[in-house]
């Protein structure tokens, strides 16, 4: 367990290759890349954190940047390509996802300017008239409306591709603490339909043709929808320090200490500051300059050199690290310099982890959604993972002796499945008072959404044959319950149990155990019986007692036969009695049914029972 974990954003340092950047316009950005094609200057400290051996830089640029290196330093810690999945590229989606939210609709955005009565409600509210009213670059706006603004009074309000509503004007005109007073009144207004990610007060100053925007930028954001990683954090005792914006992009929430930043130089420095304090929890920085300054700003130089600078000090945060610290480096979306486009560029981000629990050089892959990060704090500092409120509660079904369909695990897992398939199962298992619908993973986020409580979502991992990866498996199940299924029925490795290697079978069954129930999920294994011999299955009976499963299930319905009656028999024979059996594949009737239930069968699965 870690003391104390500095989790460093570096805003927009996306690495490209998001799976739906064309969903974005984002087809080919790379800000990595961008940066790196700037010079052949080696970063030696991102090196060795893994920034240049993460799987997938296929980009030409970060190949001939590598080819020019002398030497590449190897990987000292833990490294991966992490993707989104929310649904945005900005800054308060992605550090949402970060704190362990997913969000599944895009915030609002106003590329035709804001709507007539939402600019009436701010002028009644501000009691002044507003000017430009449509996207726009930062600089430019106020170097075209600058005068204008000085000489009415009139404020600037502008926003750009992401979900931000920002409100330019000169300190001299009006001071900050009223534009600050201005931005609070139109986060108020800007709620429901109309709830943009952020308010931005956006002061400047100078005289006409010379104007500049000034540090005392402030954000105002919507608050998370639900507990983040910092809220429990918090709520647990543990210290919860920001760093930069991280205080705007949370709204104040979660936090135990917050230190605002004029911009990188000062955010480097406090975080090495921070690591001279005794504390015991979380410091979370934010570097804004790569995006604010550099990213929205065409700038690759600025951003190269930025990068360079936080390569320089990463070296020095490297020799401060404690013997229980963590330190993780990442980011929240991209912002590549080198398109036409200002605006954020929906990629992949960058995880680079050393110290406590994470000294060898490990390469993650690719990680599905950034609540990777939460997980590894929260694990790291508490030692568990953050348990899922499911809805129904899991394991909550108490089957019925007079509703046969209690019993029943309402299942359709065929490859031709469609959304309207699952969501007619769900409605049919509500109607019926199943135990649940077993559903493929893919549907599990839809299913949980239309099911709204009314079912239990299972789901199946390493299926149908079993032969995958232990940590393929272990990843499947974690996301499966991240995404709302509170039971899991995973597939034994068969091939391992013919080739006798029951130690690995253990471990397997063992470790996808602990992890389903740190989500406060349950796990069915499922060892299909009708590939074993009765030896294979009594010891497969014993090994899940021994890793503490909470169903042993007979087949996946995919093999060469179902559910046995004699299986049924031989399994409540051999198992501890904490561990439940199911009974599935080939079930058709009522009556074979009940006899596996009369036999010891505690859960059916079955689709044939329901028609």
């Known amino acids: 367990m870690a003391k104390r974990v500095f989790l460093i954003v570096l805003d927009s340092f996306g690495i490209g290759g998001a799976p739906d950047a064309d969903k974005f316009n984002d087809e080919g950005s790379n800000t990595l890349a961008a940066v790196l094609s700037y010079s052949d200057k080696p970063f030696p400290n991102l090196a060795k954190m893994g920034l240049l051996a993460i799987d997938g830089e296929d980009d030409k640029r970060i190949i001939d940047y590598k080819k020019k290196q002398k030497s590449i330093p190897s990987p000292i810690g833990s490294y991966a390509r992490v993707m989104e999945l929310s649904a945005g590229k900005d800054s308060t989606i992605g550090h949402w996802e970060i704190a362990g939210i997913i969000s599944d609709k895009p915030q609002p955005t106003y590329p035709d300017g804001f709507p007539d009565e939402i600019i009436a409600k701010l002028e009644k509210a501000t009691g002044r008239g507003f000017l430009c009213n449509k996207p726009y670059s930062g600089t430019d706006v106020i170097r075209d409306y600058g005068d204008e603004h000085v ?3 009139k404020l600037i309000i502008y926003t750009s591709a992401d979900s931000v509503l920002q409100i330019a004007a000169h300190e001299d005109v009006v001071p900050l603490e009223e534009l600050y007073d201005i931005c609070s009144k139109a986060r108020e207004i800007m709620t429901g339909k109309d709830a943009v990610g952020r308010i931005i007060a956006r002061p400047f100053t100078g005289e006409s043709g010379n104007y500049t925007r000034t540090a005392n930028r402030h954000d105002f954001s919507l608050a998370a929808p ?3 990683m910092l809220d429990l954090l918090k709520s647990e005792g543990f210290d919860v320090i920001s760093i930069g914006k991280i205080y705007d992009l949370f709204a104040g929430r979660g936090l135990t200490e917050s230190n605002p930043t004029k911009g990188n130089t000062d955010g480097i420095s406090k975080t090495i500051d921070m690591m001279g304090r005794d504390f015991t929890g979380l410091c979370f920085t934010n570097l804004v300059d790569f995006d604010m300054k550099y990213g929205h700003r065409n700038d690759i130089e600025g951003y190269a050199a930025a990068m360079h600078e936080f390569d320089d000090a990463l070296g020095i945060i490297l020799e401060n690290l404690r013997e229980n ?4 480096i990442t980011a929240d979306h991209g912002c590549d310099p080198s398109t036409p486009s200002t605006d954020h ?6 995880l680079m982890i050393y110290g406590s629990g994470y000294r060898t050089p490990h390469n993650l892959g690719e990680l599905a959604g950034f ?3 939460s997980d590894i704090v929260l694990t790291a500092l508490m030692g568990r993972d953050y348990k899922i409120n499911f809805c129904p509660s899991a394991d909550s079904n108490k089957p019925d002796p007079d509703n046969l369909m209690s019993y029943v695990d309402l299942t359709n ?7 309207n398939d699952i969501k007619e199962l769900i409605d049919k298992a509500v109607s019926l008072g199943t135990a649940s619908v077993c559903i493929p993973p893919c549907f599990i986020n839809e299913a949980v959404r239309y099911a709204a409580g009314r079912i239990a979502v299972c789901t199946v991992i390493g299926f149908p044959n079993g032969y995958q990866t232990t940590a393929v498996k272990v990843f499947e199940a974690k996301e499966a319950c991240d995404n709302g299924a509170s039971e899991i029925d995973m597939v034994i490795n068969i091939n391992y149990v013919k080739s006798g290697r029951y130690d690995e079978v253990y471990k397997e069954i063992k470790l996808i155990a602990d992890a389903v129930h740190a989500k406060g999920a349950i796990l069915k294994v499922i060892i299909e019986t009708c590939d074993l011999t009765e030896e294979e299955k009594i010891q497969m009976c014993r090994i899940v007692s021994d890793a503490h499963a909470d169903f042993i299930k007979t087949s996946t319905g995919f093999g060469t036969a179902g559910a ?3 299986d049924v028999k031989l399994m409540k024979d051999n198992i501890s009695p904490e561990v439940r059996i199911k009974a599935a594949g080939g079930i058709r009737t009522a009556e074979s049914a009940k006899e596996m239930i009369g036999n010891g069968a505690s859960r059916i699965g ?6």
Not at 606 to 611: I, M, P, Y
């Open 151 to 153: 000489k009415t009074g």
């Open 226 to 228: 639900s507990s983040t």
């Open 325 to 328: 610290d963590l330190l993780m």
């Open 345 to 350: 560029s929906r990629e992949c981000i960058p």
């Open 371 to 373: 609540t990777n990060i």
């Open 413 to 419: 897992l065929k490859t031709t499945a469609t959304e």
């Open 564 to 566: 046995k009656v004699e």
């Open 606 to 611: 079955a689709s044939k029972l329901a028609t």
